[in-house]
């Protein structure tokens, strides 16, 4: 199993452009989730899924969007980036329940000029 | 809704020396769900430990050791005899009962010295 795989590592915008961060799981998990991680502040729910078809919002989500058309895949999009947004984000995936530790992506850096 | 505290930011410790970090979180649920993850200097972060609301035991780990005292509100972690790879920021998150929203805390950077 891959697990939780996240494109791209790496990626620079300018400010107004627009972008999809990708967010594969191979566990067949219900739960899929994004979080940013800024220094000093933790790790911030942006959205979350509970299935396919289903999403809502998480404790920071302007300016982001998702879609989950499927149950392997859970892509966030930027709209308009903005420098506010530079931030390592974090995809995770876990069984339906909270007693379920998740498990977490390698991160996407991006930097926001 | 939940909040996790980790009040340390920053410890450095000699290495083969103890270090413990402080968790506290507030929760209306009376199931809850607490963790801990590791993230290296390679920025992954590593699921550590669970623990259920229900569940007071303490659990030893190898060098890892975890105090969870429901009257203080309090999930604590000790690391025992520190080694340089355990340089790492600690994160202590929760979950609520009937989802799986994990609330963070801001997370312990941890430098052990050779």
């Known amino acids: 199993n891959a697990g939780v795989t996240q494109t791209p590592k790496f990626q620079v915008l300018k400010t107004g452009q627009s972008m999809t961060l990708q967010c594969a799981q191979d566990?067949?998990?219900?739960?899929m989730s994004w979080y940013r991680q800024d220094p000093g502040m933790g790790l911030r729910l942006i959205h979350y899924?509970?299935?396919?078809?289903?999403?809502d919002q998480g404790e920071v989500p302007n300016g982001y969007n998702v879609s989950r058309s499927t149950t392997e895949d859970f892509p966030l999009r930027l709209l308009s980036a903005a420098p506010s947004q530079t931030s390592v984000y974090f995809c995770a995936s876990s069984p339906w329940g909270s007693s379920y530790e998740q498990y977490f992506g390698p991160g996407t850096r991006l930097t926001v000029t | 809704a939940q909040k996790v505290t980790q009040a340390q930011t920053e410890i450095s410790v000699v290495e083969k020396e103890d270090v413990t970090l402080d968790c506290v979180y507030e929760t209306r649920d009376t199931t809850y769900y607490l963790f801990w993850y590791k993230q290296p200097p390679s920025g992954e972060l590593v699921f550590l430990i669970r623990?259920?609301?229900?569940?007071?035991q303490n659990e030893i780990s190898g060098r890892y050791s975890w105090n969870f005292q429901k009257s203080t509100s309090s999930f604590n972690f000790t690391i025992t005899a520190s080694q340089v790879v355990d340089s790492a920021v600690y994160f202590c998150a929760l979950a609520g009962d009937g989802n799986n929203r994990l609330a963070f805390g801001k997370g312990n950077q941890v430098v052990v010295i050779p």
């Open positions: 566990m067949n998990h219900e739960y």
């Open positions: 899924s509970v299935g396919a078809g289903i999403t």
């Open positions: 623990r259920n609301s229900f569940d007071e």
